[in-house]
């Protein structure tokens, strides 16, 4: 990912409000992110998401979907106060809110 440094902050918090939304998996992640111009790898995404878990920001259950298991991943309080916080930051950069 490009800027990777500037950005992954925002790439977090987009996990974060999806995740406060409805519970959320990697590849619907990976998908939902290219949407909006962050093209993450697994690689990258994955150990993003388990720091999250371990930081408290989210949390994760595993999911038996015939052979495979889906891990979901759901915001916590401490992620949906930090998500407010940080969207109250951001609002500087944006003329006019506009779609997450
Ligand atoms: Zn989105």
């Keep these: 990912m490009e800027y990777r440094d500037l950005l992954s902050g925002f790439v977090r918090m987009h996990i974060l409000y999806h995740a406060s939304q409805e519970e959320v998996y990697g590849v619907w992640l990976i998908d939902e992110l290219a949407h909006h111009g962050y093209r993450l790898s697994a690689g990258t995404l994955y150990p993003m ?3 999250m878990v371990k930081d408290g920001y989210l949390t994760v259950r ?39």
């Design 49 to 51: 998401l388990h720091k």
């Design 62 to 100: 595993s999911e038996r979907d015939g052979r495979t298991v889906r891990k979901l991943y759901t915001a916590t309080e401490k992620g949906r106060a930090g998500l407010a916080v940080a969207r109250e930051r951001v609002r500087i950069f944006a003329p006019k809110d506009s779609d997450a």
